[in-house]
């Protein structure tokens, strides 16, 4: 049990004793790839990731999705602890985007060591200062870049993830990724088709020309 | 001086030692209004509002604006203290709105204290959090909201800040604010116009029926 610790990115400020009292109320947590990770609004405790990856994301009232956060292995997600932070009382949902294997720290615990340990403080405004920076990426790139540069951003680094080139991705995904909606997604992949960057299958999205969709990506393509 | 410390919103979690390193480096800044407050990336302190109003906005590379966070009185500015942030390296721009007064504490002295305080490090956890959720908001807003109804909401604001239905907004304003372009703008007010909501003027825009603006602003209408 003593090296579930290490798995918790703040261990290193905590004392001997805060140790323990994580210890003997940590739990693990098993999810499946596509399952839901918390009600919406419940505040649990902190969650963190051994292996697997977590998507945090966004509903619009005609249930569009938004990703706002992909959070990986050694990440801590703060949104199972909404209650602990100041005005994140909306909800978002976070769904498991691969078998995951995670620990939660309670909120009793972790309220109560935040509020005396400066290192697990300055641990979480950490994670809230790089959050920020995401989101402030992201509106950047909702409202500045097109999305055929954005599409091209997402299969790279989706392609990067899964470490292949077929990747199976249904344009519903990919809409639901990038805040679009089908159609759309379905028209820009076929743009990059003619392209020669990617070929369409059934289910599955081929990159045949990772150099030029990387170009693409970073918005140097024309 | 000695009064300057209680306009710092976590002076109450300062020692004596402290609350006298943060008077013995503070300075009082000015700044008409219009004028930038921060050369882009400097990572000068943290700037505390004593009156006026800020602007932190973020502009694309076609030079489009959109604002990203309004402070105001009391309100603590992190922005131009963005070193000390995790991943918070990306330039904003920073405009006060009104002819402000404000104090700055300098960089290595937030440094110094945040590392050994806790309630100030809760403290700049609470501002992050606080932004983070106002960025969600924003992001809602953006994939979410009919243009109509953020421009009701955008009037209503501004109507509320002046204490007058008399706007002096022109329409590049409006759409630097929302992330628009002007035509599309000026559409969407000819629309609010014809519904009796607002009357269009030269530089102005005068609100004549809050009631129905501030249904739109909550997306009620129709």
């Known amino acids: 049990m003593d090296n579930l610790l290490s798995y918790i990115p703040f261990s290193s400020s905590l004392s001997e004793e805060e140790g323990k009292e ?28 051994h292996s697997g990856q977590l998507k945090v994301y966004s509903l619009s009232e005609d249930g569009r999705e938004i990703t706002l956060f992909r959070l990986f292995e050694r990440d801590l997600c703060i949104f199972t602890a909404s209650c602990l932070l100041k005005d994140i009382d909306f909800s978002v949902n976070i769904l498991s985007e691969e078998d995951s294997e995670c620990v939660l720290i309670p909120t009793f615990i972790v309220d109560k060591i935040r509020r005396k340990n400066i290192g697990v403080s300055s641990y979480i405004c950490s994670v809230l200062s790089v959050h ?4 402030m990426w992201l509106i950047d790139q909702i409202l500045n870049k ?18 292949t080139y077929s990747l199976k991705i249904t344009h519903e995904e990919a809409a639901h990724h990038l805040g679009s909606r089908r159609e759309v997604i379905t028209r820009t992949l076929s743009y990059l088709e003619k392209e020669g960057e990617v070929e369409l299958r059934r289910g599955e999205i ?4 990772i150099e030029r969709l990387s170009l693409r990506a970073k918005d140097s393509l024309r």
């Open 22 to 49: 994580v210890l003997n109320n940590i739990k693990s947590l098993s999810f499946k790839k596509g399952e839901k990770v918390n009600p919406a609004g419940e505040c649990s405790g902190f969650i963190i990731i």
């Open 132 to 135: 920020l920076s995401d989101l």
């Open 146 to 163: 097109r999305l055929d540069s954005r599409l091209a951003a997402y299969l790279c680094e989706e392609a990067d993830l899964k470490g």
């Open 206 to 209: 081929e990159i045949k020309n």
